[in-house]
């Protein structure tokens, strides 16, 4: 499937301020816990503050893996293909490959957020997760609206 609109060559998506400064707030927050307790600030006498201390450090490498995440995280609409690229990894789905997509809707107090799931026609290609965490523009959903509903394909 080529894209019908040029201007949409070489898109480039990042996640969301607020998702950055989230990662961040827990890695500091995981940080400063584990450094009082390193620095002796908060001695570990008993078991309560044996397990704020597993917090904080899980807290801290959370916080830092996220962070590595979205700090790196790309979503890349070429003129022949989609790609998601990481610190972690990086997936690429041309977009002769694409079988089609399927959404999950959560509704919560925050709102509706939609993820999609882009499906490959390879039995085991890539499969791409997209969601509410990128600045996705109307550009990126009207290229997104043109792809198979498989969805409504199993209702059928």
């Known amino acids: 499937m080529q894209m019908e609109n040029s201007s949409l060559v070489a898109r480039v998506y ?30 570990i006498t008993n078991s309560n503050n044996y397990r704020l201390v597993v917090l904080s ?17 790309r979503i890349i609409l070429s003129y022949d293909a989609i790609e998601s690229r990481s610190i972690f990894g990086r997936k690429r789905l041309p977009f002769s490959e694409i079988r089609g997509r399927r959404e999950t ?10 993820k999609f ?7 085991h290609g890539h499969i791409l997760y997209l ?6 523009d109307d550009a990126f959903y009207e ?3 043109q792809l198979p509903d498989l969805d409504a394909e199993d209702v059928d």
Request: charge should be positive; proline fraction near 3%.
């Open 117 to 123: 799931r882009l499906e490959s026609k390879i039995k």
């Open 105 to 114: 809707v959560r509704c919560s107090r925050d709102g509706i957020t939609s």
């Open 14 to 43: 990042k996640p969301k301020r607020g998702a950055k400064i989230f990662a961040l707030i827990v890695f500091v927050c995981g940080a400063l816990g584990s450094v009082g307790y390193l620095s002796g600030r908060f001695p």
């Open 131 to 136: 969601d509410s965490t990128f600045t996705f």
């Open 143 to 145: 290229w997104l609206n």
């Open 57 to 73: 450090a899980g807290m801290m490498i959370t916080g830092f893996l996220l962070s590595s995440y979205l700090f790196s995280a």
